[in-house]
């Protein structure tokens, strides 16, 4: 079976980073293109960033430049490391799996989710 197990969040105060891991496994992870989304409170899912298997990247206008997306393919893990955060980035995040090579924004698997919270 495909797992995704997200770690790393917590509170931090605004202008604070913190940093997102996802274990993957149950498929060969460095085929595959990964992406976090993320979930505000009272809102839809959002997508925040993708990595292909090159990897190439891409990020939401409201998280680029302060957002950075990784992989360890050795590892089988995804990251994404938050700076300057801001109250609006409070939501929970997931890490999904993309539906090939490519594929940054859509997915057919997703994790729990790990929360994180920005507030003075």
């Known amino acids: 079976d495909v797992q995704l197990v997200e770690s790393g969040g917590g509170l931090v105060q605004p202008g604070g980073s913190l940093r997102l891991s996802c274990s993957a496994s149950g498929f060969s992870f460095s085929s595959y293109a990964m992406m976090w989304v993320r979930q505000a409170p009272g809102k839809g899912l959002e997508w925040v960033s993708g990595?292909?298997?090159?990897?190439?990247?891409a990020y939401a206008n409201s998280v680029k430049d302060r957002f950075t997306i990784s992989r360890d393919n050795a590892k089988n893990t995804l990251y994404l490391q938050l700076n300057s955060l801001k109250t609006e980035d409070t939501a929970m995040y997931f890490c999904?799996?993309?539906?090939?090579?490519?594929?940054?924004?859509?997915?057919?698997?997703r994790g729990q989710g790990t929360q994180v919270t920005v507030s003075s």
């Open positions: 990595i292909t298997r090159f990897p190439t990247t």
């Open positions: 999904a799996k993309g539906r090939d090579f490519q594929s940054i924004n859509e997915y057919d698997v």
